[in-house]
């Protein structure tokens, strides 16, 4: 069974700095998604970037990209310039590309503050 | 936004007494689940849907039931509710060519 690891329960980042969340995972499969969620206090989950593994280049969004690493099963979070709304919880969730089996199995979360 | 509502969204309960929260979407899609979300234990799956009556168990499934007459309602039942049932409780759906799932907003119960 595939099992996701945050192993920073807790980060905090100056305002307008640069913050890297961490994430890695364990699985035996070739072909898989990769996301990072945000969960802000109003509890909502918000899908923030996607990887498919088959991808060489790292996925980015605006101020957030990816650092993929697959044959270290590493697969972490950085935000540049961090702004006061990108205070959240922030899940790293893996799920498999076999056929029928739509589930995400979600880490533990890591909790980002800014610090103005 | 993806058009999935959860009702209710608060609960108070007592323990012993049955619960049923409900997952309404509009977006025709085929998968369905339910979460629950405790402190250092993320997100875990309860049961999920792949289709109108066709539902399974996730890592999380004892004390669960659930139901899908219909594309857009998916059910969580806990027949007796406890105190360890006490949770945020998240209903997802996704589309198979995306990958990702978009989640409702979340059920805070409280079982007493």
């Known amino acids: 069974a595939q099992t996701v690891t945050q192993s920073q329960p807790e980060m905090s980042v100056q305002e307008a700095e640069t913050v890297t969340l961490s994430c890695t995972y364990d699985t035996s499969e070739s072909d898989y998604y990769l996301f990072w969620y945000k969960q802000p206090p109003s509890r909502q989950m918000i899908l923030v970037i996607r990887q498919e593994a088959y991808k060489q280049q790292n996925a980015t969004e605006n101020r957030f990209s990816v650092n993929f690493q697959k044959a270290a099963k590493s697969f972490s979070l950085k935000i540049s310039d961090s702004q006061l709304g990108d205070a959240a919880m922030y899940f790293c969730?893996?799920?498999?590309?076999?056929?029928?089996?739509?589930?995400?199995?979600f880490g533990q979360g890591t909790r980002l503050t800014i610090n103005p | 936004d993806a058009g999935i509502t959860q009702s209710p969204r608060h609960k108070v309960t007592e323990t012993g007494t049955p619960v049923t929260l409900r997952c309404h979407q509009t977006e025709n899609h085929r998968y369905m689940y339910w979460y629950r979300q405790d402190p250092g234990h993320g997100l875990r799956l309860i049961h999920y849907s792949y289709g109108v009556k066709d539902t399974d168990k996730g890592e999380v499934s004892d004390g669960y039931s659930v139901s899908r007459s219909k594309t857009e309602d998916f059910l969580l039942t806990l027949e007796s509710a406890t105190s360890s049932q006490t949770s945020v409780y998240f209903c997802a759906i996704s589309d198979p060519r995306g990958g990702e799932q978009f989640f409702g907003p979340g059920t805070r119960l409280t079982v007493l």
């Open positions: 969730a893996y799920r498999t590309l076999l056929q029928g089996a739509q589930k995400l199995v």
